[in-house]
């Protein structure tokens, strides 16, 4: 029998040792972190917060990772460092092999523009724009023309289940469907990456597995490479592909639900699949 070819996977994005320190001045906190001092010495010391501490991993094309971790940990300025809404302290960011960290803010909107599309936890929708004209709204500032940008709003808005809904003002909308616009507005865009910082949290729980399943259809369409930021686990175990467990700004374990299941790294990643087992309990 003849071996399975085995498809090459292709990096998307790359962290190198990337670190970000908050405060007045991150190089003094930089400086004490290479040091070998700790996140709380540093903040005792400085003031200032090692929010991202030496972080390196890859991201496949087509890959849904998600990032897991508790409030403060880190998750949503590592996301926000990827389009540069924050300036890391040190380190690298390839997307594609270009060094995002170190490109100049104009070549960064371009990519905004481009390659990139965020959903945020609150929708982000303009509340007095109608459905369809949030949806072209990417499309207007990427320079696209009224008539192709009302037909790519339209396909988008259909893609979600939305399509009878361009009118609309988003008020009218429930929770679940106005994320539904949010995250049509970031696929209008063709954009080969969707940063998501914790799109579902704020949707009733129904809601919120009903949007969980309707990614998991999109994403089986559209192959993009999506960075999802949760911090709920059985969220991160159903959509993730791979997972990376967050603390304190480091990342405890990588891996897929499967590898992190049978082998948890330590005592702090057993904690949390314990969660899950006691939710299995209860189900009997
Ligand atoms: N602008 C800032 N100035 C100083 N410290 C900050 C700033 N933004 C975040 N931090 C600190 O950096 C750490 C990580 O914050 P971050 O918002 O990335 O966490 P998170 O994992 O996204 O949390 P949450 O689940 O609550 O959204 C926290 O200790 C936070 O207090
Ligand atoms: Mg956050």
């Not at 949503?76 to 803010?105: F, M, Q, W």
């Not at 939305?162 to 063709?190: H, I």
Request: with cysteine; aromatic share 6%.
């Amino acid at each position: 029998m003849s071996e399975p070819i085995k498809k090459e996977l292709e990096t998307k994005i790359e962290l190198q040792h990337l670190i970000k320190v908050y405060g007045k001045n991150p190089y003094i906190g930089l400086n004490l972190f290479r040091e070998g001092k700790t996140r709380d010495e540093i903040l005792e010391l400085t003031n200032q917060v090692v929010s991202i501490a030496d972080i390196s991993l890859k991201i496949n094309q087509g890959e849904l990772f998600v990032i897991m971790g508790l409030s403060g940990s880190g998750k949503s300025t590592l996301v926000r460092c990827i389009n540069r809404l924050i300036k890391p302290t040190s380190g690298h960011i390839y997307i594609d092999g270009e060094d995002v960290a170190h490109v100049d803010e104009k070549r960064m909107r371009q990519l905004r523009l481009s390659k990139i599309s965020m959903v945020f936890q609150q929708f982000g929708l303009f509340p007095h724009k109608t459905v369809r004209d949030n949806v072209e709204y990417g499309l207007k500032v990427r320079g696209i023309k009224p008539p192709l940008r009302r037909q790519k709003a339209e396909e988008t808005l259909a893609l979600v289940g939305l399509e009878k809904w361009g009118d609309y003002l988003p008020s009218s909308l429930s929770g679940g469907m106005q994320q539904r616009v949010g995250l049509a507005r970031a696929l209008a865009t063709d954009a080969e990456i969707l940063l998501m910082d914790e799109p579902f949290s704020a949707l009733d729980p129904l809601i919120r597995r009903e949007m969980q399943d309707e990614l998991l259809r999109l994403q089986k369409e559209l192959h993009k490479t999506i960075l999802f930021i949760s911090h709920d686990i059985h969220e991160a175990f159903k959509i993730g592909d791979r997972i990376a467990v967050m603390k304190d700004g480091n990342i405890v374990q990588l891996g897929t639900p499967k590898e992190i299941i049978s082998q948890p790294a330590n005592d702090y990643i057993r904690a949390f699949l314990q969660d899950i087992y006691d939710s299995k309990a209860i189900l009997g």
